[in-house]
T-cell receptor, first 116, second 113 residues
Framework: ETGVTQSPTHLIKTRGQQVTLRCSSQ?????VSWYQQALGQGPQFIFQYYREEENGRGNFPPRFSGLQFPNYSSELNVNALELDDSALYLC???????????????FGQGTRLTVV | DAKTTQPTSMDCAEGRAANLPCNHS???????VYWYRQIHSQGPQYIIHGLKNNETNEMASLIITEDRKSSTLILPHATLRDTAVYYC??????????????FGKGTSLLVTP
């Protein structure tokens, strides 16, 4: 148990729809990162939120967006879903980018998104 | 962040030590070596990290060569529950550009009875 919870655990959406995934960070952590993991691949960094602002982004299009709330929980929104968006979406919390090299990130169990 | 190279897969007998190598020949002086593992259908789990000294915790030991170009994760007494994909990652310490972890493909470790 890492204290990072994600919801829902599974989701099926139709191509072109929009989806919102949610993450509650571990107590005391103010930074949330999101990752996409396609089948058979390692997780790919989408973006990170620190103090309610995006603080780093991977190679993902603008239709992937997010929010962080004052309690440090976070949402990942994906618009205009494509079949290739089918993946496990992982949320990780940590204690701030300034200490990133010396601290670990704790991951949730992920949300399995299937786009049909 | 420096790139890492790991074997695609490894086997280990239960009760034996599992030694997982990682090459990071382009590592910079301010980059840490991190190890995570991912058991099937679960989120990645932090194992250990280090800068230049060897490190040990309740899960594993991390041996970093003196030139820091490679490292080895050691699971001293592997169990069936250690079957997982193990990721070696290097990352700059104290970066303000985000906590991006470059997972790569990792090593799939199979622990057999």
């Amino acid at each position: 148990e890492t204290g990072v919870t994600q919801s829902p655990t599974h989701l099926i959406k139709t191509r072109g729809q929009q989806v919102t995934l949610r993450c509650s960070s571990q107590s005391g952590h103010n930074t949330v990162s999101w990752y996409q993991q396609a089948l058979g691949q390692g997780p790919q960094f989408i973006f990170q939120y620190y103090r309610e602002e995006e603080n780093g982004r991977g190679n993902f299009p603008p239709r992937f967006s997010g929010l962080q709330f004052p309690n440090y929980s976070s949402e990942l929104n994906v618009n205009a879903l494509e079949l290739d968006d089918s993946a496990l979406y992982l949320c990780a919390s940590s204690s701030g980018p300034g200490t990133g090299g010396r601290t670990e990130a704790f991951f949730g169990q992920g949300t399995r998104l299937t786009v049909v | 962040d420096a790139k890492t190279t790991q074997p695609t897969s490894m086997d280990c007998a239960e009760g034996r030590a599992a030694n997982l190598p990682c090459n990071h020949s382009t590592i910079s002086g301010n980059e840490y070596v991190y190890w995570y593992r991912q058991i099937h259908s679960q989120g990645p789990q932090y194992i250990i990290h280090g800068l230049k000294n060897n490190e040990t915790n309740e899960m594993a030991s991390l041996i970093i060569t003196e030139d820091r170009k490679s490292s080895t994760l050691i699971l001293p007494h592997a169990t069936l529950r250690d079957t997982a994909v193990y990721y070696c990652i290097v990352r700059v310490a104290g970066s303000n550009s985000g906590y991006a972890l470059n997972f790569g493909k990792g090593t799939s470790l199979l622990v057999t009875p």
